[in-house]
């Protein structure tokens, strides 16, 4: 296999619709390192993909960092509408597609996971046999099938999988690029937090 591309010629998404409740205040705007969580994210996205933007029903706050911003398409659907309005907007093609509140993100998974995206509608790790979706690569291929589940009420961020091709690519072959599993630490209480903002 060829060496992956300085950057990847699609975009990639952080979604940050979530309600922050264990957290107490907004995820995406916790201080860290000089600037905001989600501005920590987007700086590790743009190394490696064409673009970034935000999906986001309040879009001032990261208009107001420089971000592009989307929303929802099929609102008040979760996560999933989020995941939604992503695919749709991306352009066509794949989009990575994270959470707001992971700020760990490293460089090496995330050139694993898009440089298999070809061939595939949803390229996302396993960890301890379960999915990581806001870790993950999808496809245009992706939207008529999440649309069908929200329809249908089904809003688990991998109800769609049986509809699409999807690449699990699995401890064994992702530990090799990320081997603390750093990039799916995110920030759901105030603890989590304390710990990525001490770099533990």
Same mark, same amino acid.
């Given at each position: 296999? !060829?060496?992956?591309?300085?950057?990847? *010629?699609?975009?990639?998404?952080?979604?940050?619709?979530?309600?922050?409740?264990?957290?107490?205040? #907004?995820? =995406?705007?916790?201080?860290?390192?000089?600037? =905001?969580?989600?501005?920590?994210?987007?700086?590790?996205?743009?190394?490696?993909? !064409?673009?970034?933007?935000?999906?986001?029903? #309040? @879009?001032? +706050?990261?208009?107001?960092?420089?971000?592009?911003?989307?929303? *929802?398409?099929?609102?008040?659907?979760? !996560?999933?509408?989020?995941?939604?309005?992503?695919?749709?907007?991306?352009?066509?093609?794949?989009?990575?597609?994270?959470?707001?509140?992971? @700020?760990?993100?490293? =460089?090496?998974?995330?050139?694993?996971?898009?440089?298999?995206?070809?061939?595939?509608?949803?390229?996302? @790790?396993?960890?301890? #046999?379960? @999915?990581? +979706?806001?870790?993950?690569?999808?496809?245009?291929?992706?939207?008529?099938?999440?649309? !069908?589940?929200?329809?249908?009420?089904?809003?688990?961020?991998?109800?769609?999988?049986? *509809?699409?091709?999807?690449?699990?690519?699995?401890?064994?072959?992702?530990?090799?690029? *990320? +081997?603390?599993?750093?990039?799916?630490?995110?920030?759901?209480?105030?603890? #989590?937090?304390?710990?990525?903002?001490?770099?533990?």
């Amino acid at each position: 296999m !060829s060496a992956p591309p300085e950057k990847f *010629d699609f975009p990639a998404a952080i979604l940050a619709g979530g309600k922050s409740r264990r957290m107490g205040r #907004d995820k =995406a705007f916790l201080p860290m390192e000089g600037g =905001a969580v989600v501005s920590r994210v987007a700086d590790s996205l743009k190394e490696i993909f !064409s673009d970034v933007f935000v999906v986001a029903n #309040d @879009p001032l +706050p990261y208009e107001a960092l420089g971000f592009r911003v989307v929303a *929802d398409i099929l609102k008040g659907n979760d !996560s999933l509408g989020g995941l939604h309005a992503a695919v749709a907007s991306a352009g066509g093609g794949h989009v990575f597609v994270t959470g707001c509140d992971m @700020p760990s993100l490293q =460089a090496p998974l995330l050139r694993g996971l898009a440089s298999r995206a070809e061939g595939w509608d949803v390229v996302v @790790p396993i960890l301890r #046999d379960f @999915p990581e +979706p806001l870790c993950a690569v999808y496809s245009s291929g992706c939207e008529a099938p999440i649309r !069908s589940r929200i329809e249908a009420g089904e809003l688990k961020m991998i109800s769609f999988h049986p *509809d699409v091709r999807v690449m699990r690519v699995e401890e064994a072959e992702w530990r090799a690029w *990320d +081997p603390g599993a750093l990039s799916f630490r995110n920030l759901n209480t105030p603890g #989590d937090y304390e710990v990525a903002a001490g770099g533990k």
